[in-house]
């Protein structure tokens, strides 16, 4: 018997990607068996013109919210980047997408305010009139995207010189973009905070 809260949990992710951005979203479970102590149950969740996928062994009676937000916080990275769009979007406003949580999506610099998981909204098209400046930090992950008029850029903790603790959306940095990309975005070889000459 497939134990319902992973599937439930993978279920909740699904209706906010579909609802969100409206992608066809795949569940899949199997259970383990039980002749077997080595053996796990797993719950996976795919997007498959996407080309994402994300699956773990969930701990026994692990609840909705932990499974949905052990796949998205492995999933939005992929989501934004391959998309480029905001997801899921904060109700406030803005470009930095609503994170994970123990129990729904929140916003990272005000974890009061909460949406629950399966009941996010729509994804937005970026704010094209930002230039310059860090368009989304997902902190939980040390990543990022800057905000560029020539195609927005992708970066983490590596290509970053300074405090992690610095980045914030809106924050206004300098930049060096290499030849590679991530996902949609170009990606950068070097950022820093904007130094004032």
């Not at 077997?36 to 969930?58: A, T």
């Amino acid at each position: 018997m497939i134990e319902l809260n992973p599937v439930t949990g993978a279920q909740l992710l699904a209706d906010d990607i579909t609802a969100g951005l409206g992608y066809e979203v795949q569940v899949n479970s199997t259970q383990s068996d039980t002749t077997d102590p080595q053996s796990r149950s797993s719950i996976s969740i795919r997007i498959p013109s996407l080309g994402v996928e994300m699956g773990f062994h969930p701990q026994q009676g692990a609840s909705p919210e932990s499974v949905a937000c052990q796949l998205a916080s492995h999933l939005q990275d992929d989501i934004l980047s391959k998309t480029g769009m905001v997801w899921p979007t904060d109700p406030g406003g803005g470009d930095q997408p609503l994170v994970p949580g123990d129990t729904g999506w929140y916003r990272e610099s005000d974890p009061t305010v909460s949406v629950p998981y399966g009941r996010a909204g729509a994804g937005h098209r970026p704010d094209d009139s930002l230039d310059g400046v860090v368009r989304w930090w997902l902190g939980y992950w040390f990543v990022g995207v800057i905000a560029d008029k020539a195609g927005d850029v992708w970066f983490s903790e590596h290509e970053f010189e300074g405090d992690l603790t610095s980045i914030q959306p809106g924050t206004r940095v300098d930049f060096q973009v290499g030849s590679n990309s991530h996902g949609l975005f170009r990606k950068a070889t070097r950022v820093s905070i904007h130094s004032i000459n």
